[in-house]
């Protein structure tokens, strides 16, 4: 089983799922996911209005789908909406990929946040008591699934979002029963990178020398890895020979990692199914070749993969490999400060 690298945030409405979240991930240096923006973002409207038009069904099918893709997600903080908790099959998969926190807060505080707010379709024309009504009804299953109570009231957002951590750092020094959540956001908040080479690659230092140098792939890999270190990247290793796998293997790439190098051998000239893998995960990636591919044969002159490619580098042997790799950090970067690495966003 996957290790659980993401924090859940459950918790009726007003609760502070929302905004603790977005300061829960800032401090920790992590992405931020709430389930209701991506919804308003895919629907192009607002919550409200998606319950006015097609009915409260109809949201929740939105929330599943959504609830699902977030759980895919690692090292991610969730935010989700209040009514969540409905659907048992949501909890099953959230309590798979990460530790559920429940924000609770009075019935007090809640009723003074979220009454009569239009953006809330279940609070907006609702009275007091119906909105508690709502909520007595919730406490049972916000219980029921949280591994980790946090006491809301009468506390700021930020004392709030401080306090999650602390918890999630000293259940784990004092029994582990949450494994080491906070760990895992240290390891998974590096960069992770997919280094794919394709066919005959695994024949390097051995195949034509002249051309390709003395290092074997294992070789260029552990330096590549050293480097990648240095760099605070993580990289994992990927090689076939056949398209299909490497075009299984840059699908799999989708929320897993931030980018990636590849070199596709003889493919880079003619795999339109590796450009179009490419070109759907919408990915940064960078093409590498260790030969100069313009001075050879001539069928070598066309990539149709590095049509799919961010940059290519070519003709400068291994040192190509980490070249790439610095390229394809500073893209990664420039993208996490544009905000535009959510998954079929980008
Ligand atoms: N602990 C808190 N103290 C003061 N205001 C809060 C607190 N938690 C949330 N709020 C405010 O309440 C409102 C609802 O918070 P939000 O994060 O949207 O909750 P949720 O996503 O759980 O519905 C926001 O205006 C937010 O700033
Ligand atoms: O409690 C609920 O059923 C809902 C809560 C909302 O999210 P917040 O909890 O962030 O307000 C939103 O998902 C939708 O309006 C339904
Ligand atoms: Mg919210």
């Not at 009075?106 to 119906?130: C, F, T, V, W, Y």
Request: aromatic residues 6%; contains cysteine.
């Amino acid at each position: 089983m996957k290790n659980k690298t993401n924090i859940v945030l459950i918790g009726f409405m007003g609760s502070g799922k929302t905004s603790i979240g977005k300061m829960l991930a800032e401090k920790l240096g992590k992405r931020f996911l709430d389930t209701d923006e991506l919804i308003r973002q895919e629907c192009g409207m607002e919550i409200s209005e998606i319950f006015h038009k097609f009915g409260e069904e109809y949201f929740r099918n939105k929330e599943k789908e959504t609830v699902e893709r977030a759980a895919a997600r690692e090292g991610t903080v969730i935010a989700t909406g209040g009514g969540v908790v409905l659907n048992p099959e949501n909890m099953e998969k959230l309590r798979r990929s990460g530790i559920i926190v429940w924000l609770r807060a009075s019935e007090e505080e809640i009723l003074q946040r979220i009454s009569g707010d239009a953006s809330r379709p279940l609070a907006s024309n609702k009275s007091e008591s119906e909105i508690l009504e709502i909520y007595s009804k919730r406490l049972n299953l916000y219980a029921t699934y949280a591994d980790i109570i946090i006491e809301t009231s009468g506390k700021d957002k930020e004392a709030i979002a401080i306090e999650i951590i602390k918890h999630l750092k000293n259940s784990y020094s004092n029994n582990g029963k949450y494994g080491n959540i906070i760990g895992e956001f240290q390891r998974v908040r590096q960069m992770k990178v997919k280094i794919i080479n394709g066919p005959n690659m695994n024949l390097l230092g051995l195949r034509e020398r002249d051309i390709y140098g003395e290092s074997t792939l294992e070789e260029i890999n552990q330096h590549l890895e050293k480097r990648a270190r240095e760099m605070g990247v993580l990289v994992d290793f990927f090689q076939s020979n056949s398209e299909g796998e490497i075009v299984d293997e840059i699908q799999g790439c989708i929320g897993q990692y931030d980018g990636i190098v590849i070199n596709p051998g003889a493919y880079t000239h003619y795999s339109i199914a590796i450009r179009d893998a490419l070109e759907a995960v919408k990915l940064p990636v960078i093409e590498v070749h260790m030969s100069n591919i313009f001075a050879r044969e001539d069928f070598r002159r066309v990539s149709v993969t590095g049509q799919k490619a961010s940059g290519i580098i070519a003709g400068l042997g291994e040192t190509g490999y980490w070249l790439a790799l610095l390229a394809l950090k500073d893209l990664i970067e420039k993208r996490g400060r544009e905000g535009v690495n959510e998954f079929g966003k980008n």
